[in-house]
C-alpha cells in the first residue's frame, strides 16, 4: 500500500534555465541559473513549504539532469519515488527571459519528445491517486498520449472525490490548436471539484473571459470551487453559496513565471485545512507575489510564516520586495 499524500500533483518537471540579468535577451546574456522546475514540480514543492507530505508524479530523461531534478526534490521536501526514468528521451529544459513587470517570454525544448508526456497507468497506482488529500492535475498533461489517457485513468480510479483538482494550465505550444484544448479541458472538468486558471485558461476551458461568468460557468460543470486568476486585478474565487474577490498583493516584481505555482500550492495548504474561502484565497494570493519578487521558482517557494508576514506587510501598506536580479542595459 502506498503511504498517503496530503498532495500528489501530476505532470511537467525539468529544469529552468533563468538568467541572472533583467532586461537583457538571451542572445546578449552571460549567466544563467539552473533550478528545478515544470509546474507539477513547482506546485508540490510549494506544498511541500507549507509542511504538507507532498508527493511527484512526473518522468525525466535517464540523464544528469533528470538525477538533478529528483535531488532537488528530495531537497526541498517533495517525495521523489514516483518519478521515473525515460531511457532515449532528454529531460526538459525551459529557458525565459526577464523584461518586468510583466514580459517573461518562456522557450521550451522537450523534443522530440518530453518524458512527463510517457506517463502510463502504471505510474499512477489506484492506490496513490485515492488515498491523496489532495490531487493536483495539469491541463498540458492532456495535450499528448499516453499521458492524456493515463490522466484519464487516474480520474476514474479517483471518482470526482473532493480537492481533486484541474490546473487549466493551458499553454499554446503544447497543443495543435486551441480547439484541441478546450475539448481535452472540457472532458477533465467532468471528474474534478477544483479548477483554477488565469482569463485567457478560462477562456479556452469555457468559452468566458469575465471574470464572473467564468467562475459560473466552472461551476456550471458540477465543480465544488472555481478560481480565476487575475495578476494585476487579482483572484476571484466562487462556490455555489459564496464569491470571495481578492486584491493583488502590491509587489515589486522580478519574474512573475512561478507566481501560479506558488498560488497553487497555498491553495492546497489552505484547503487541506479547511480555512475560510477568503482567508485561503489571500493567503494563497499573497504566496504568489512572493514568489513574483523572486528570481527562480521552485527554490523561491515561501514558507507559511513568510506568506504572514507578506499579508501583515500589505496591510500594513507595504509591498514585498524583491529579491536580486542584476540589470543591464
Not at 461551476?219 to 462556490?239: F, M, N, S
Request: aromatic fraction near 6%; include cysteine; proline fraction near 6%.
Amino acid at each position: 500500500m502506498d503511504p498517503r499524500y496530503d498532495v500528489v500533483t501530476v505532470g511537467r518537471a525539468g529544469v529552468d534555465i533563468y538568467p541572472l540579468q533583467a532586461g537583457v535577451g538571451l542572445e546578449d546574456v552571460t549567466a544563467f541559473g539552473k533550478f528545478l522546475g515544470g509546474t507539477a514540480a513547482n506546485v508540490a514543492v510549494a506544498a511541500a513549504r507549507h509542511g504538507l507530505r507532498t508527493a511527484l508524479v512526473s518522468r525525466t530523461g535517464a540523464d544528469p539532469f533528470g538525477r538533478f531534478v529528483h535531488a532537488a526534490l528530495r531537497d526541498l521536501g517533495v517525495d521523489d519515488r514516483y518519478v521515473t526514468a525515460v531511457a532515449d528521451l532528454p529531460t526538459p529544459v525551459t529557458f525565459c527571459e526577464i523584461f518586468p513587470p510583466d514580459d517573461f517570454p518562456l522557450y521550451f525544448y522537450r523534443r522530440p519528445a518530453a518524458p512527463d508526456m510517457q506517463l502510463t497507468p502504471a505510474e499512477l497506482p489506484a492506490e496513490l491517486v485515492r488515498g491523496a488529500g489532495v490531487f493536483w492535475t495539469i491541463g498540458s498533461a492532456l495535450s499528448e498520449e499516453p499521458s492524456r489517457s493515463a490522466m484519464h485513468s487516474a480520474y476514474a480510479a479517483r471518482g470526482r472525490a473532493a480537492l481533486t483538482v484541474l490546473d487549466l494550465d493551458y499553454r499554446p505550444m503544447f497543443w495543435s490548436d486551441r480547439a484541441a484544448a478546450t475539448a481535452q479541458l472540457e472532458r477533465a472538468l467532468e471528474h474534478v471539484t477544483v479548477a483554477v486558471g488565469n482569463l485567457d485558461e478560462c477562456f479556452t476551458a469555457v468559452g468566458e473571459r469575465d471574470p464572473h461568468r467564468a467562475a459560473a460557468a466552472l461551476l456550471e460543470r458540477g465543480l465544488d470551487l472555481a478560481v480565476v486568476k487575475q495578476g494585476p486585478r487579482g483572484v476571484l474565487a466562487a462556490t455555489r453559496d459564496e464569491m470571495v474577490e481578492v486584491p493583488p498583493v502590491p509587489v515589486q516584481v522580478v519574474n512573475g513565471l512561478g507566481a501560479g505555482d506558488a498560488f497553487g500550492g497555498a491553495l492546497c495548504a489552505g484547503l487541506l485545512a479547511g480555512r475560510p474561502l477568503a482567508e485561503t484565497i489571500r493567503f494563497a494570493n499573497a504566496a504568489g507575489a512572493i514568489v513574483a519578487s523572486r528570481l527562480e521558482c521552485s527554490t523561491a517557494m515561501p514558507t507559511s510564516a513568510e506568506v504572514e508576514t507578506a499579508l501583515a506587510d500589505a496591510a500594513a501598506g507595504g509591498a514585498v520586495g524583491a529579491a536580486g536580479v542584476r540589470a543591464r542595459g
